[in-house]
């Protein structure tokens, strides 16, 4: 080893490791020792470690590098050769001392060399202690890191093949360390995304980028059975001298955090499913109204579609007997998906289960059921071949049935189906259909028990309405009855025409406050005691005296009456008014005038006198009765609606009943929310007495 060799200008500085790995900044310091313990070689390393020049410690005793050693005891230099001559490699930790006096911790590796002439030395490695304990640090967590951390960690090459990874991570596979080794990440993480997973990979090693936190769902050869979700993130490696590129990944198991996240956001949808069906279901007392809104809670948001059916027990406190074919009423449905499925759910009204079907498995169960569409559902439920085949290309893969439950018997069932776009019904799904299906049974129930009472009281109404008035020779007649829609309860509206045995005609319409049946059979009381009064008292006013007291008895707290007797011997006509609105009579040239001397009280009040006023009919008037109904609107003043009927009745009247529907047609909205009556009566005068027979 010559000393013009070492040292100098041209020398490259202190040895390093290679660029990229632990110990790039851990400077190293060459030396050599002769068979003397003089400084024969001394590198640049060297000159940066101890602080001294090539040309100030060559040739010189290598002693100075250490510090003065105890009385008695060997010198470091010493030490550090004999044991290098004797063992052939010594390791140690020992003090040294820099130029500047100072003393530190330093490392030394020492072996023998022997050059071509046959001279021999020791050949020393030295650097700080700190830097080695950092190194060696590093590599302690390094090598605990794969060996302890939960997270997967993984090294790959350029060919994405697996080049190093940790026990983490080969668990998480359920495949050994080994076994990953050379394959490809993409063998053993099965991912069906088309080649995206990869091309992610490809992108990070290709353009130096990294990817953090990126989602995965894969499956492993090692969990061929189970669905994960994996947070994945990978970097590049940059390569130097011998070592190779590739990149260096993270990868966590974060299956049953999404599966939690899903399930909560799954969860949160489905209240608010439930919310918005609260919201929107039993908005009215209708049957089919309900229904429909059943369908449109459902659909989209929970199915692609949805059908509603009312049983049609024979006795509905009959039990269930799943031995027996069980027919319904479809009152709703709705799709989202294209024909045929249209047709498919809206082709039938009446529907007949045969025993052994799955509406009888979910009804004998009273829990919904979820079923797969397919030749067993078809063979069981749809026997007629043209139904099955809709069904089959409807584009339906499953089927949730859930029973219409309400006050212990089973009102109907809704079904609700999906296509294959979606996931199958769940049981979190099944769940929240009886959720919805109870809400439903409920309203379905009330609109059904409102329906009977409305449709007593209608019939009641109707049985207590006169169906053919008997107005004498002298008085034509054309009257309507209207009851307003069912949003609304049936009224107390009624009206009567009375021939009295004298040939006059009494003229009546009233209206009953309220609704419902208590309206009805109030109305009907007063029609009654009106038709029986009639024939004995001859003033209007105490007949509406009388029906007063009625009232009062009755306890009827508010009803308005009119009451009209014509004569048609004389053509006066006298009139009560108990808080109705007032006559309109026609005369034949087209005019129109109100019968009006002040609406009065209505009946059932009490401590008010009624009165009596005349007016003369001339030949061939129409007079109109009428209710509040026909004349009274929302945002509408009674009057206008009066001047509206007025215009009605001064075009041309030519047949009563053609007149009665025109001015309906005219006056009503397609919706009305009240009862209407129209009475229109064309009066005559009786023919003088002709000269008595001699």
Known sequence: MPPDRLGGEQDPGPIRSEPGALLEHVA??????DDEDRIRYWGPGAQSLFGYPADAVLARPAGLLFPEPAQGAPGGADRLAERARTLGYWRVRMPARHRDGETFDCGFRAFPLTDPAGRSAV????????ELDRVKTNLAFLDALFETCPIGLVMLDEELRYVHLNQALADMDGVPVADHLGRRVTDVM???DDGEFQRMLRSVAREDRPVIAALVGLRTPGRPDRDQVRSVSFFPLSGAGDTRRGLGGLVVDVTDRERAILEASAARQRLALLDRAAARIGTTLD?????????????PDFSDACIVELVEWMDETADFDPLLPLSTRRIASGTTLPEPAVELVSGLEKVTYRPGSSIHRMLSTGRPLSVPVNEEFITRNVPHRQRAQLLLDSGLACVLIAPLIARGT????ALFGRSADRPAFAEEDLSLAGELASRAALCLDNARLYGRVQDIALTLQRALLPSAPAAGPYVDIAHRYLPGSRVTQVGGDWYDAIALPDGRVALVVGDVMGHGVPAAAAMGRLRITAKALARHVRDPAALLAELDDCAQEAGIDWATCLILLYDPHTGRALMANAGHPPPLVRCPDGTVQALAHGPGVPLGVGGVAYRTTGAELPEGATVALYTDGLVEARGQDIDTGIDALRSRLA???????EAADRILGELLPEAATDDTVLVLARVRRAPAPGPSAA
């Open 410 to 413: 089973v009102q109907g069932i």
């Open 123 to 130: 050949l020393c490695l030295a650097s700080r202690g700190a």
């Open 28 to 33: 190293v310091a060459v030396f050599g020792i």
């Open 651 to 657: 075009g041309p009247v030519g047949s009563l009943e």
């Open 287 to 299: 049957l089919e109204v309900t229904a429909r809104e059943l369908v449109g809670a459902a659909v």
């Open 190 to 192: 099965l991912t069906s």
